[in-house]
């Protein structure tokens, strides 16, 4: 069974920083991807940043300069720095991972990120 464990969401104000990480278990081969999506309310999921394993990265336009991903393969973890953060950063952050197997995106629960003006 695979299972995708987020941490890190919280209340922060303007300007502040948050740090996100999720650790993906059970049975993933061959990850191709491992990446982060957010959702505000009322509006579609986007993908905040992806990440492959040799390092290729890929970010929203929007947090350009202010969002850093990583990851360590080893542990199967990614993370997400988030700087400078504003108030149209609060969403519910998703973590995803794309692999051989199995084939369909897996998905965390979700965590809330809430930046206050």
């Known amino acids: 069974q695979v299972r995708l464990v987020e941490s890190g969401g919280g209340l922060v104000q303007a300007d502040g920083s948050l740090r996100l990480s999720c650790v993906a278990s059970?049975?993933?081969?061959?990850?191709?991807?491992m990446g982060w999506y957010r959702q505000a309310p009322g509006k579609q999921r986007e993908l905040v940043a992806d990440i492959t394993p040799s390092g290729v990265t890929n970010y929203a336009g929007s947090v350009k300069g202010r969002f850093t991903i990583s990851t360590d393969n080893a542990k199967k973890t990614v993370y997400l720095q988030m700087n400078s953060l504003k108030p149209e950063d609060t969403a519910v952050y998703y973590c995803?991972?794309?692999?051989?197997?199995?084939?369909?995106?897996?998905w965390g629960q979700g965590t809330q990120v809430t930046v206050s003006s």
């Open positions: 059970g049975s993933i081969v061959g990850i191709r991807s």
């Open positions: 995803n991972v794309r692999a051989f197997v199995p084939l369909e995106p897996m």
